[in-house]
């Protein structure tokens, strides 16, 4: 079955770090690149960082810039977000997302959605 499959998340007391993993199964992640989204309940769904599948580019939003880094494992067939100086508002349900187009995850519209895993930062 084809899937992607998040993992990581838990709670953290803010400052802390957490790294979350997706993992794919039933397709090569080399060929595809790779969002991080999240949504808080009552928010809507935002785009946290994306890398590509070609020349490893990635992209952060504003909020994470300087905390969060993304990264791929094509050995591993998984893609990670290391997320460091974490907030409470960083507290979410985090989903990966996988397209064959990189335009098209950082526009927030990849295709293939994994089930999420739940980042929560507080004292």
């Known amino acids: 079955q084809v899937q992607l499959v998040e993992s990581g998340g838990g709670l953290v007391q803010p400052g802390g770090s957490l790294r979350l993993s997706c993992a794919a199964s039933g397709f090569n992640l080399r060929y595809y690149s790779i969002g991080w989204f999240r949504q808080a309940p009552g928010k809507e769904r935002e785009g946290v960082s994306c890398i590509s599948s070609s020349d490893g580019s990635t992209y952060y939003s504003d909020s994470v810039k300087g905390r969060f880094t993304i990264s791929r494992d094509n050995a591993k067939n998984t893609v990670y977000l290391q997320m460091n100086s974490l907030k409470p508002e960083d507290t979410a349900v985090y989903y990966c997302?996988?397209?064959?187009?990189?335009?098209?995850?950082?526009?927030?519209?990849?295709?293939?959605w994994g089930q999420g895993t739940q980042v929560t930062v507080s004292s």
């Open positions: 997302a996988a397209d064959l187009l990189f335009a098209v995850v950082v526009g927030g519209n990849p295709i293939w």
